[in-house]
């Protein structure tokens, strides 16, 4: 069965800091591994995915996120917050016809 | 390019009113199709599935419905609104497991 865990359901970070939120899954079969982050009241957005291939992945907005099959992780990280990366962030990973979901990452981003 | 569009962006209803909210999905054929709710502060809850046309798989016991009348289209219903409904929901499309979901924009419900 797959399932996600996200460590930390609030996480602030000064401006200009490294942005690090932490996802461990688990899955029977070889995942395939989300993040999506959602603003207020709007829908989420695909940031990467992993399916295949490289196992450090580069999304949008100057994200990555590392498959790290030996720790069943897959942490997002940013190098340097910027104010528009409040948000909430989820990880999932994906089942035979639907994705599991973590409860999700509040990013607080202190000017 | 694909495209899901959801109406409307927000709704207020009273209690024991019914509801219906449309989901559509252009430029894609036979997605999988899926209604998530988000309650305050919380994380998303998956209601209801749909692999086809009039299949649908529910995950939550509820007073919520849905129903897939066309390939494209999916839709939430309720006959009779709780206070416990209030929330915002979200509908999500996928083609292969590898592809992850595309959400539409989200309906905010608030049952008064």
């Known amino acids: 069965a797959q399932s996600v865990t996200q460590l930390g359901s609030h996480v602030s970070v000064s401006e200009g800091a490294l942005v690090l939120l932490r996802c461990n899954y688990s899955?029977?079969?070889?995942?395939?591994l989300f993040w999506y982050v959602q603003y207020p009241n709007q829908g989420l957005q695909l940031l990467l995915k992993y399916t295949t291939g490289a196992t450090l992945v580069k999304g949008i907005n100057g994200f990555e996120a590392e498959f790290k099959k030996s720790e069943t992780s897959f942490h997002l990280t940013k190098p340097s917050a910027h104010m528009s990366d409040a948000a909430e962030y989820f990880c999932a990973v994906s089942g035979a016809n639907n994705l599991f979901f973590g409860t999700g990452t509040r990013l607080t981003v202190i000017p | 390019s694909q495209t899901i569009h959801q109406w409307p962006a927000t709704l207020v209803q009273p209690v024991g009113s019914p509801l219906s909210l449309e989901c559509t999905v252009e430029g894609t054929s036979n997605p999988n199709l899926y209604w998530y709710r988000q309650a305050a502060g919380r994380g998303l809850q998956l209601l209801f599935y749909s692999v086809g046309i009039g299949q649908i798989s529910s995950e939550v016991p509820q007073n919520l419905s849905a129903s897939r009348p066309q390939d494209r289209q999916f839709i939430l219903s309720s006959k009779k609104l709780l206070l416990s409904d209030s929330g915002f929901y979200l509908c999500?499309?996928?083609?292969?497991?590898?592809?992850?979901?595309?959400f539409g924009s989200g309906t905010r419900l608030t049952v008064v």
């Open positions: 899955s029977s079969v070889p995942p395939y």
């Open positions: 999500a499309w996928s083609g292969t497991p590898q592809g992850g979901y595309t």
